[in-house]
């Protein structure tokens, strides 16, 4: 991932040329950062190539219109809320750039050695002329970015009289006297303001110029500087938390607005979770997350973003989904090292492990003392309901429940050990089968997980009961409940309402027992 950098890479080869002279014997001829960007866009459309790798979900919406942009050689304006990789999406812009570019060796401002726009580059033409040092300046090097918070000034973005140069004898209206900031050190480069909204209005204003005229002036001083930059800022749609604005003259600078979005499908936030997810592998434990697993991380974070309980202007960003996924791959390599397995893999009961990784990151349109941990829980049954109703056919389980019927219980807990699990398997044959083609017969582990997944989804589709054990659940199937008793209060009363009594009788029946 690009990042600014402070000292810049020497010649990459021995075979570029190293001084002005050189260059101009290679038939070396500038472009401006704009018409760089075009051509190798150009390039990458033309070799079918992803444009943006690495960005998944992106491909149908926001891909299309920063294609348009960048052809065009606007500045960028990307709004999004936050998770939605706006800031791995301005980092990855620097592709679009040659992979070396020449510059005056020794100057701030990376000065095209054909056209050197400060007054030290002109300096050192005058002087050298021909022999002047020419020395290369990698894609990655020609990327600044600067996260806005309001005590951002104009001296650390444009820049400022430096006062030791001052006290060297230097003249204040001398251009040598000048400390530059970010922006004129990414001259012939991009440029990115992160969260713009944050910057003060008054430094927002100083950026008219660079937007529109591309050019900066310092402390009043008659410096022009001609900047080549590509700007590029990311922003909040709507800032909820009342921070700032973008003021409307500088959003009309804007050559384009592209919009991010949430992953639009659970297998776009999976894929996502997998290349962001941190994972590690020297500990001699394999860790392995059934497919189902990984959906049900995944509906989690779909879940909350249509809940009406959490506040949707807030967002809930992708990182939520990496997270709950890492919590849940730590929870079962808990266990494993605990009972003394060499493999692991997730299971229902490891997701009560996600309310540490979920706290902080929904906001609840209202608060209420414990609340937050009752929506989370909420939000994961619906996650695991809807995951089971799409992976596990119906037609499957009346075998089952009809083990379950003829006496059979079943027992889970995160502190069982994955070879408990082989025992229910071999009452319930049918169990084994939906094991099976869920994948997840290749280990012990992945195949409690398994059992645990349709125990749960048999219990959260009204099919099995379930009761609270110390330490876990016991999935039982008990037998209906028995007829209203004849206490007279009835008498009277229509077939529908007796049968909106036993309704409300087996529903008090059953929030009883959970």
């Given at each position: 991932m690009p990042t600014s950098k402070t000292s810049k890479t020497s010649n990459p080869s021995t075979s570029k040329p190293e001084t002005l002279g050189e260059l101009k014997q290679s038939g070396y001829q500038p472009r401006t950062i704009s018409a760089e960007i075009h051509r190798n866009v150009i390039k990458r459309l033309k070799s079918g190539d992803p444009l943006l790798p690495g960005i998944v979900g992106y491909e149908r919406?926001?891909?299309?219109?920063?294609?348009?942009?960048l052809l065009a050689g606007?500045?960028?304006?990307?709004?999004?809320?936050?998770?939605?990789?706006?800031?791995?999406?301005?980092?990855?812009?620097?592709?679009?750039?040659?992979e070396y570019v020449p510059y005056l060796a020794g100057t701030e401002t990376n000065d095209d050695p054909l056209s050197p726009i400060s007054a030290t580059g002109r300096a050192m033409i005058e002087e050298q002329g021909d022999k002047t040092p020419v020395a290369w300046l990698h894609r990655d090097e020609r990327y600044g970015e600067k996260l806005a918070?309001?005590?951002?000034?104009?001296?650390?973005?444009?820049?400022?009289?430096?006062?030791?140069?001052?006290?060297?004898?230097?003249?204040?209206?001398?251009?040598l006297t000048i400390h530059y900031g970010l922006i004129p050190r990414t001259n012939r480069g991009i440029f990115c303001v992160n969260?713009?909204?944050d910057l003060a209005e008054r430094i927002q204003v100083g950026l008219f110029n660079l937007m529109e005229e591309r050019d900066v002036q310092i402390r009043g001083?008659?410096?022009r500087l001609p900047l080549d930059i590509m700007v590029v800022a990311t922003a909040n749609p709507e800032d909820y938390t009342n921070r700032g604005r973008i003021i409307t003259p500088l959003k009309d600078r804007f050559g384009a607005q592209v919009r991010t979005h949430y992953p639009e499908t659970t297998e776009h936030e999976r894929s996502i979770v997998d290349q962001e997810s941190v994972q590690f592998t020297d500990t001699g434990l394999q860790v392995v997350v059934p497919d189902f697993m990984s959906e049900i991380v995944a509906e989690l974070s779909h879940q909350a973003r249509r809940s009406g309980e959490v506040n949707q202007r807030s967002g809930v960003s992708v990182r939520l989904s990496i997270s709950n996924y890492e919590t849940l791959r730590s929870a079962a390599l808990r266990r494993a090292i605990k009972v003394g397995e060499d493999c692991a893999s997730p299971r229902i009961t490891d997701l009560p492990a996600l309310a540490s990784s979920m706290r902080g990151k929904i906001e609840l349109e209202t608060f209420e003392e414990g609340r937050e941990d009752r929506v989370i829980e909420d939000l994961t049954r619906r996650s695991v309901v809807e995951v089971f109703n799409r992976l596990v056919p119906a037609g499957s389980l009346a075998e089952i429940v009809s083990s379950f019927e003829s006496g059979v219980t079943a027992e889970a807990s995160a502190n069982l050990p994955s070879t408990d699990y082989a025992r229910g398997l071999a009452e319930v044959p049918a169990l084994a089968k939906i094991v099976k083609s869920l994948g997840c017969d290749g280990s012990e582990a992945e195949s409690a997980s398994?059992?645990?997944?349709?125990?749960?989804?048999?219990?959260?589709?009204?099919?099995?009961?379930?009761?609270?054990?110390?330490?876990?659940f016991r999935?039982?199937?008990?037998?209906?409940?028995?007829?209203?008793?004849?206490?007279?209060?009835?008498?009277?009363l229509d077939d529908e309402r007796r049968a909106?009594?036993?309704?409300?009788?087996?529903?008090?029946?059953r929030r009883n027992r959970e």
């Open positions: 919406t926001v891909v299309p219109e920063l294609e348009n942009a606007q500045s960028i304006a990307i709004l999004g809320e936050r998770g939605q990789g706006k800031s791995r999406l301005i980092r990855s812009l620097t592709q679009f750039l040659d918070t309001p005590d951002v000034s104009m001296a650390d973005l444009i820049g400022d009289v430096d006062p030791i140069k001052v006290a060297e004898g230097r003249y204040l209206s001398d251009e969260e713009l909204p001083y008659n410096i398994a059992v645990e997944f349709v125990l749960e989804g048999l219990h959260l589709t009204r099919q099995l009961n379930r009761d609270v054990i110390e330490g876990g999935y039982v199937k008990e037998p209906p409940p028995p007829p209203l008793p004849d206490t007279g209060i009835g008498e009277g909106e009594l036993r309704r409300k009788f087996e529903r008090r029946r």
